[in-house]
């Protein structure tokens, strides 16, 4: 007999989740070239918290300007995936659902290649060319996923099944510009879909973090509708969901947080697979108490591999997309032949 | 509280499964739906709750029409309990039943919230079952779980779908016994979809028979259940006695060949 999570406990894991989370920063932060280790950067923060006194300056210009916006984009980009992850797999009831599977990351890939190789510039952006294209091709393939869903007259399954057709489509079309791209863009391109947040910016962090705070208030605001879609589609309806808009409604918020952090950073794909499944275990699947644990998880399984990613093979770097997939998967692995019960079945 | 339908019509693409089908809810009865398989009986109790909407027809709640009122408003007056409860995420009993909170709930759980889930769960004598999983349960026990999240729900409609289908015939008993008691002592409004005709003779006030999409009888069971309207609808031989109380006790002795069903009934013969 399996006695469930107590709402004390689930309140007691988010707590805990939220001081590894602290850890982890404190940890991400002590990682570098140069040299300032866990003591130092715990002090800089100490003093960046004791107005008081006066902070030191090199190691505190260090810590803040060149290692805490990578940590920050790690843990943003993270709970951001996660975020989308668990939205995708509540509206479709399917545990198998990313936003990876749905096509929305082959479509950031062919926008982001389509800059790299051909140069074509969608939104007439610049700076922001690749970012911008990767965003515009990720929404599109999510769009056009779901209507062709739609237009015939659908189930769930079908809009999976034709996220994964338009997937391949975009995954083809990306082949096709890696094989007619120059070797130099081809690198590029490569590099783009290994996934990594080296080019870490404030600028950025300030970006993707009102978007994701406005996937995590949003998914909240669903959480019994989430809830009750658990139960089924008919109980949803005669609960009071308006499950097509509640559905329509998470699939292009999950599209938007993944475009966003993709466009940015890549394609990381394991972390909206992995993290919703690693929090159901801890805290179950009322999605009040999931929806934000997710967002920890995600967030605390990016920077934990970004920080290998920067340390493992010191000073070498590898791309984080590298890490989650090396050292995720086994992770992963290990959690389902271990766990008791089904979170999906 | 009374729920009345009026001339619904229902097609899945272009297949009629419900034509012209017009019934009363009235509080304190239990109105049982049956018919052979493929009759319109799931499908009648989703369009009464407007899970599937209706293509033609009107549905009155107390004289409103409910096609106006919210989602919302519309699930505080009507609960609906599916034949097979799948619950595709694990979930508690306790989770599972405080579902039925949902339409009078925001974000937190309430006072009121929890009092009803308690009180559901005693209902049903689930309440030393709270904290196990829904999937650990026996048929019996989901099934009672279901309608202890129907009954937290607090409305007084209440649509239920073959809710013996699943279970043994001393569970069948209880789960209709309760609802029995429920619709006494709350004066719910009932309509429970029945395979079984002993069980509806027996338990049902009042019957609606249904054969290919349409009402082919209406009324109290002992004019319902008749051998006449059993060989229409259902193609079969059967003997109909009364028990001592005047409720109809239906023997099936033979499938009727081919020949021998009376067409009567089949009115998409006829228009």
């Given at each position: 007999?399996?006695?469930?999570?107590?709402?004390?406990?689930?309140?007691?894991?988010?707590?805990?989740?939220?001081?590894?989370?602290?850890?982890?920063?404190?940890?991400?932060?002590?990682?570098?070239?140069?040299?300032?280790?866990?003591?130092?950067?715990?002090?800089?923060?100490?003093?960046?918290?004791?107005?008081?006194?006066?902070?030191?300056?090199?190691?505190?210009?260090?810590?803040?300007?060149?290692?805490?916006?990578?940590?920050?984009?790690?843990?943003?980009?993270?709970?951001?995936?996660?975020?989308?992850?668990?939205?995708?797999?509540?509206?479709?009831?399917?545990?198998?659902?990313?936003?990876?599977?749905?096509?929305?990351?082959?479509g950031a890939a062919f926008g982001a290649a389509l800059a790299l190789v051909l140069g074509v510039d969608i939104l007439g952006l610049g700076r922001y060319l690749v970012v911008a294209n990767a965003f515009v091709t990720a929404s599109a393939a999510?769009?056009?996923?779901?209507?062709?869903?739609?237009?015939?007259?659908?189930?769930?399954?079908?809009?999976?099944?034709?996220?994964?057709?338009?997937?391949?489509?975009?995954?083809?079309?990306?082949?096709?510009l890696?094989?007619?791209?120059?070797?130099?863009d081809?690198?590029e391109v490569?590099?783009w879909?290994?996934?990594?947040?080296?080019d870490a910016q404030m600028e950025t962090v300030w970006f993707l973090?009102p978007v994701?705070?406005?996937?995590?208030?949003?998914?909240?605001?669903?959480?019994?509708?989430?809830?009750?879609?658990?139960?089924?589609?008919?109980?949803?309806?005669?609960?009071?969901?308006?499950?097509?808009?509640?559905?329509?409604?998470?699939?292009?918020?999950?599209t938007l947080?993944t475009a966003s952090v993709v466009s940015f950073t890549g394609?990381?794909?394991?972390?909206?697979?992995?993290?919703?499944?690693?929090?159901?275990?801890?805290?179950?699947?009322?999605?009040?108490?999931?929806?934000?644990?997710?967002?920890?998880?995600?967030?605390?399984?990016?920077?934990?591999?970004?920080?290998?990613?920067?340390?493992?093979?010191?000073?070498?770097?590898?791309?984080?997309?590298?890490?989650?997939?090396?050292?995720?998967?086994?992770?992963?692995?290990?959690?389902?032949?271990?766990?008791?019960?089904?979170?999906?079945? | 509280?009374?729920?009345?339908?009026?001339?619904?019509?229902?097609?899945?693409?272009?297949?009629?499964?419900?034509?012209?089908?017009?019934?009363?809810?009235?509080?304190?009865?239990?109105?049982?739906?049956?018919?052979?398989?493929?009759?319109?009986?799931?499908?009648?109790?989703?369009?009464?709750?407007?899970?599937?909407?209706?293509?033609?027809?009107?549905?009155?709640?107390?004289?409103?029409?409910?096609?106006?009122?919210?989602?919302?408003?519309?699930?505080?007056?009507?609960?609906?309990?599916?034949?097979?409860?799948?619950?595709?995420?694990?979930?508690?009993?306790?989770?599972?039943?405080?579902?039925?909170?949902?339409?009078?709930?925001?974000?937190?759980?309430?006072?009121?919230?929890?009092?009803?889930?308690?009180?559901?769960?005693?209902?049903?004598?689930?309440?030393?079952?709270?904290?196990?999983?829904?999937?650990?349960?026996?048929?019996?026990?989901?099934?009672?779980?279901?309608?202890?999240?129907?009954?937290?729900?607090?409305?007084?409609?209440?649509?239920?779908?073959?809710?013996?289908?699943?279970?043994?015939?001393?569970?069948?008993?209880?789960?209709?016994?309760?609802?029995?008691?429920?619709?006494?002592?709350?004066?719910?409004?009932?309509?429970?979809?029945?395979?079984?005709?002993?069980?509806?003779?027996?338990?049902?006030?009042?019957?609606?028979?249904?054969?290919?999409?349409?009402?082919?009888?209406?009324?109290?069971?002992?004019?319902?259940?008749?051998?006449?309207?059993?060989?229409?609808?259902?193609?079969?031989?059967?003997?109909?006695?009364?028990?001592?109380?005047?409720?109809?006790?239906?023997?099936?002795?033979?499938?009727?060949?081919?020949?021998?069903?009376?067409?009567?009934?089949?009115?998409?013969?006829?228009?």
């Amino acid at each position: 007999m399996t006695k469930s999570i107590s709402h004390s406990r689930k309140v007691f894991v988010l707590a805990v989740l939220g001081a590894a989370l602290l850890a982890l920063i404190l940890l991400g932060a002590s990682v570098g070239l140069s040299g300032y280790g866990l003591k130092t950067v715990a002090r800089v923060f100490w003093e960046w918290l004791s107005p008081a006194r006066e902070p030191s300056a090199q190691a505190a210009v260090i810590v803040f300007e060149l290692r805490l916006p990578r940590v920050l984009l790690a843990l943003v980009a993270g709970a951001g995936l996660a975020l989308a992850g668990t939205g995708t797999q509540a509206v479709l009831m399917n545990p198998l659902v990313s936003p990876a599977v749905l096509g929305i990351s082959s479509g950031a890939a062919f926008g982001a290649a389509l800059a790299l190789v051909l140069g074509v510039d969608i939104l007439g952006l610049g700076r922001y060319l690749v970012v911008a294209n990767a965003f515009v091709t990720a929404s599109a393939a999510m769009i056009l996923a779901y209507v062709l869903a739609r237009l015939a007259k659908s189930s769930r399954e079908t809009i999976i099944l034709s996220g994964i057709a338009v997937g391949y489509i975009f995954s083809g079309l990306v082949s096709l510009l890696q094989y007619v791209a120059k070797e130099e863009d081809l690198r590029e391109v490569v590099f783009w879909l290994m996934g990594s947040l080296w080019d870490a910016q404030m600028e950025t962090v300030w970006f993707l973090a009102p978007v994701v705070l406005l996937g995590l208030l949003a998914l909240m605001f669903l959480a019994w509708d989430l809830n009750a879609l658990g139960a089924g589609e008919e109980t949803a309806h005669s609960l009071g969901v308006r499950v097509g808009r509640v559905r329509l409604a998470t699939l292009l918020l999950s599209t938007l947080l993944t475009a966003s952090v993709v466009s940015f950073t890549g394609a990381i794909n394991f972390i909206g697979l992995m993290a919703p499944h690693i929090t159901r275990s801890l805290i179950g699947s009322d999605h009040r108490f999931l929806v934000p644990a997710s967002a920890l998880v995600g967030a605390g399984l990016l920077l934990a591999a970004d920080t290998a990613a920067r340390s493992l093979v010191w000073p070498v770097e590898m791309p984080v997309g590298i890490m989650t997939a090396l050292l995720g998967g086994p992770f992963f692995l290990y959690l389902l032949a271990r766990r008791r019960k089904d979170w999906l079945s | 509280m009374t729920l009345r339908a009026e001339n619904i019509e229902f097609s899945y693409n272009s297949r009629r499964v419900l034509d012209r089908v017009s019934l009363h809810l009235r509080p304190g009865r239990l109105t049982g739906l049956i018919g052979p398989n493929g009759s319109g009986k799931s499908t009648l109790l989703c369009c009464l709750d407007r899970i599937l909407k209706p293509g033609q027809g009107s549905l009155f709640l107390e004289g409103r029409d409910l096609a106006r009122l919210s989602a919302r408003a519309l699930a505080r007056e009507i609960g609906y309990v599916p034949q097979n409860g799948a619950q595709s995420v694990a979930a508690t009993v306790a989770e599972v039943v405080l579902l039925g909170r949902r339409p009078h709930l925001r974000f937190r759980v309430g006072p009121e919230d929890r009092r009803a889930v308690q009180e559901a769960l005693a209902a049903l004598g689930l309440t030393g079952l709270a904290e196990r999983y829904f999937d650990e349960l026996s048929g019996g026990e989901k099934q009672k779980a279901l309608l202890a999240r129907a009954l937290a729900q607090e409305t007084r409609i209440l649509l239920l779908d073959e809710p013996t289908s699943n279970l043994d015939l001393r569970h069948q008993l209880e789960v209709l016994d309760l609802l029995t008691g429920l619709k006494e002592s709350r004066q719910l409004c009932l309509a429970v979809s029945l395979h079984d005709l002993n069980l509806a003779a027996r338990y049902a006030d009042d019957l609606v028979l249904l054969h290919q999409g349409r009402v082919a009888a209406l009324g109290e069971p002992a004019l319902v259940l008749t051998p006449e309207n059993l060989a229409r609808v259902y193609g079969v031989r059967a003997r109909v006695d009364l028990d001592s109380r005047g409720r109809p006790l239906i023997r099936v002795e033979a499938p009727l060949p081919p020949e021998e069903i009376p067409s009567g009934g089949d009115t998409r013969n006829h228009d």
